[in-house]
Every structure is written in structure tokens, then in C-alpha cells.
């Protein structure tokens, strides 16, 4: 598998379910980052134009970091 050749949908989908190797590739694959900041930018638009809130559950998702989803696995992990 080759995370960088994913499309929008299979990225969007992959931050949904905070992928571990998904957020930890994107420290050392700026390729991935570029095309990941490129989507959070594409939601972001849409956020403002519609007005969405930014409590939105799926914008909280969204707007996760690698640290963020790092450490959300890690106490699911503890559970």
C-alpha cells in the first residue's frame, strides 16, 4: 500500500479514523503533507462558506494534527 498515491476520498477517510501510519508518515513524507494540508484547506473553505461551526464533529476530525491523533490512539490504547 502506498499512502501517498490515495486519493481524496481514501485520505479523507484515513483522517476519520486517525490512522496511525497515515499520521506518521506525515512527518517525513512531504508529499503526503502537501496533498493532506491541500484537503484540511478544501474543508476549511467550505466550513466558511457554509458557516459551519468549528465544534463540528467532523471539523474537529478534520482539523487533527499527527500529534493530536498520536495521542488520542495512545489513550484509546491505555483503555
Do not use: C, H, W
Not at 35 to 60: D, G
Request: no cysteine; charged share 25%; proline share 5%.
Amino acid at each position: 500500500m502506498n499512502i501517498a498515491t490515495d486519493d481524496r476520498a481514501t485520505m479523507y477517510a484515513r483522517m476519520m479514523v486517525a490512522d496511525q501510519i497515515f499520521y506518521g508518515r506525515l512527518a517525513t513524507d512531504p508529499v503526503l503533507l502537501a496533498k493532506t494540508n491541500r484537503l484540511q484547506e478544501f474543508f476549511r473553505n467550505i466550513r466558511q462558506e457554509l458557516t459551519i461551526p468549528a465544534t463540528s464533529p467532523l471539523y474537529q476530525m478534520l482539523a487533527r494534527t499527527p500529534a493530536d491523533a498520536a495521542s488520542a490512539a495512545s489513550k484509546t490504547e491505555a483503555k
